[in-house]
C-alpha cells in the first residue's frame, strides 16, 4: 500500500506534532515534579497536594458527593473523631 504524496505531507506533519508535544509533556512532568520537590523541601505533604490537585479538577457537586461517601465509609468503619470521641468516653 502506498499513500499519496499529500497524504505522506499530512502524515509527516502528524507526526511531527505529536513527537513536539510528547517532548513538551516531558518536560513539563519534569516541572511538575521540580515544584513538587519544592513543596516538600518546604514541610508540604506532597500525597495531599496531590489529593488536593485532584479534588480541585471535580465540580463542586461531584466533590461534595466525593466527600459524602467517604465520611459515611469512615463512620461505618469507626474511622471517624465523633467516633473515637464517643469510645473514649465509653471507656
Excluded: C, P, W
Excluded at 32 to 60: M, W
Amino acid at each position: 500500500m502506498s499513500l499519496q504524496s499529500s497524504a505522506k505531507d499530512q502524515l509527516r506533519t502528524i507526526v511531527a506534532r505529536i513527537e513536539r508535544l510528547e517532548e513538551e509533556k516531558a518536560a513539563l512532568s519534569v516541572d511538575l515534579r521540580e515544584v513538587y520537590a519544592e513543596a516538600k523541601g518546604n514541610g508540604f505533604d506532597v500525597k495531599a497536594l496531590r489529593t488536593v490537585i485532584r479534588l480541585r479538577k471535580l465540580d463542586e457537586t461531584k466533590r461534595r458527593e466525593e466527600e459524602l461517601i467517604l465520611d459515611t465509609y469512615l463512620h461505618a468503619l469507626g474511622m471517624t473523631q465523633a467516633d473515637a470521641d464517643a469510645e473514649s468516653e465509653a471507656a
